[in-house]
């Protein structure tokens, strides 16, 4: 339910990523820094449920790791219970931390029949960018 029932006002995001980006540094022979993100938004609103897919070294761990800022964004906001974090001091950082919940991937859980998935709302439409081969595994 995106509507409060006062006034029909939109709920806040529980997580809201505004605009960010993430390049990695060129490795080896390789001149180019690699685009991991680039202008990236996404609002997570209370009861959604997004599913991130996509080859590997497209940038999905990269994206799920700005949720908490295990991963700096090189620009964008990252927003969580209306706290800005790219803004918070590392000991503020730290502390928000604690209330944020993280499941890490886990791509044996796929196959498993007593995975399930309830309900399904909003998925993202996410523009494809080139693969990173130069960074860690997604």
């Known amino acids: 339910m995106d509507e409060l029932s006062s006034g029909g006002a939109m709920e806040a995001p529980l997580i809201r990523l505004q605009r960010v980006?993430?390049?990695?540094?060129?490795?080896g022979d390789d001149t180019a820094a690699c685009q991991a993100l680039r202008d990236v938004s996404l609002d997570v609103h209370r009861g959604d449920i997004f599913g991130i897919a996509g080859r590997s070294g497209a940038g999905k761990s990269t994206l799920l790791r700005m949720i908490n800022l295990l991963e700096t964004p090189d620009s964008g906001a990252v927003?969580?219970?209306?706290?800005?974090?790219?803004?918070?001091?590392?000991?503020?950082?730290r502390a928000a931390r604690r209330g944020i919940g993280m499941v890490f991937?886990?791509?044996s859980a796929w196959s498993?029949?007593?995975?399930?998935?309830?309900?399904t709302s909003r998925w993202p439409r996410v523009r494809s960018t080139p693969t990173c081969s130069s960074t860690a595994s997604t």
């Open 21 to 27: 980006a993430k390049a990695f540094a060129a490795t």
């Open 79 to 93: 927003i969580v219970g209306g706290r800005d974090l790219t803004r918070l001091s590392r000991r503020d950082l």
């Open 105 to 107: 991937q886990q791509y």
């Open 112 to 119: 498993s029949s007593t995975t399930t998935c309830s309900r």
